[in-house]
């Protein structure tokens, strides 16, 4: 099958679990690459430069755009958040699936870009489970939380755009799930186009050969 791999956008309302839902498919299947954003906001207790985040000021992130250096970027809850270009580029030629967790606006200007790219949308189970999730992680205001959920109500709106969408219920399940799409993804016709030439070029040879 072709080499190039597949550029994965996963979204999710915050508090939908797509972190620990990501860390689990990689865990479990060996073809994935993580793309590391970089953001203006805070870090957050535990968090780990150049790990979840790059992390960076205004000024650095609009020199970034300047440079094109990003693939996208969007403002979310007043800040900055981009895509790397260069990881993505490397991870894609060196045949990784790769893995962008952003958000709706970043993944539409994914998909105008990417038309091939695979765009996930990750759900909880229900409304009340998401704010018991956001509620329960214990690191949000509850200023930041109502503006969280302010934005999952729009973001709910914009859902038709993705190609997918999962429940993450079940852990382990979800994963699966992701990786039976990115499967099913390797198999459309525009990936296997070297494929079907060589088959049409055999046949077609095989259609002379019968007439002579
Ligand atoms: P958080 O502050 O909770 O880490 O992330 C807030 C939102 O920004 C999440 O929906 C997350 O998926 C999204 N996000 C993270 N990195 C990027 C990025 O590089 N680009 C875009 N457009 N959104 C991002």
């Known amino acids: 099958m072709e080499k190039k791999g597949i550029l994965i956008v996963i979204s999710g309302f915050s508090g939908a679990g ?13 073809e994935y690459a993580l793309s590391v954003s970089m953001t ?10 150049g790990v979840e985040y790059f992390f960076t000021d205004k000024a650095h992130f609009e020199e970034t755009i300047a440079a094109d250096g990003l693939v996208e ?19 894609l030629e060196a045949g990784k699936h790769v893995i962008l967790e952003i958000e709706i606006q970043g993944a539409l200007k994914i998909k105008k870009k990417f038309p091939e790219s695979l765009l996930v949308f990750v759900t909880p189970p229900s409304g009340e489970e998401l704010v018991r ?6 690191t949000e205001s509850a200023e930041v939380i109502e503006k ?14 993705y190609d997918y969408i999962v429940v993450n219920d079940d852990l382990g399940e979800c994963a699966e799930e992701i ?34």
Not at 75 to 89: I, K, L, W
């Open 73 to 91: 970027y969007a403002v979310y809850c007043g800040n900055y958040y981009g895509t790397p270009r260069a990881y993505v580029e490397e991870q």
């Open 40 to 49: 203006t906001r805070n870090p957050r207790p535990g968090e780990t430069e």
């Open 133 to 138: 999730r956001l509620q329960g992680r214990g």
């Open 18 to 30: 797509k972190g620990t839902l990501v860390k689990e498919l990689m865990r479990r299947h060996g």
């Open 148 to 161: 969280r959920l302010a934005r999952a109500v729009e973001e709910s709106e914009g859902v038709e755009a």
């Open 179 to 212: 990786h039976f799409l990115v499967e099913a993804c390797r198999r459309a016709p525009v990936r296997r186009g070297a494929f079907i030439n060589e088959i049409r070029r055999q046949l077609s040879g095989f259609v002379k050969g019968e007439r002579e």
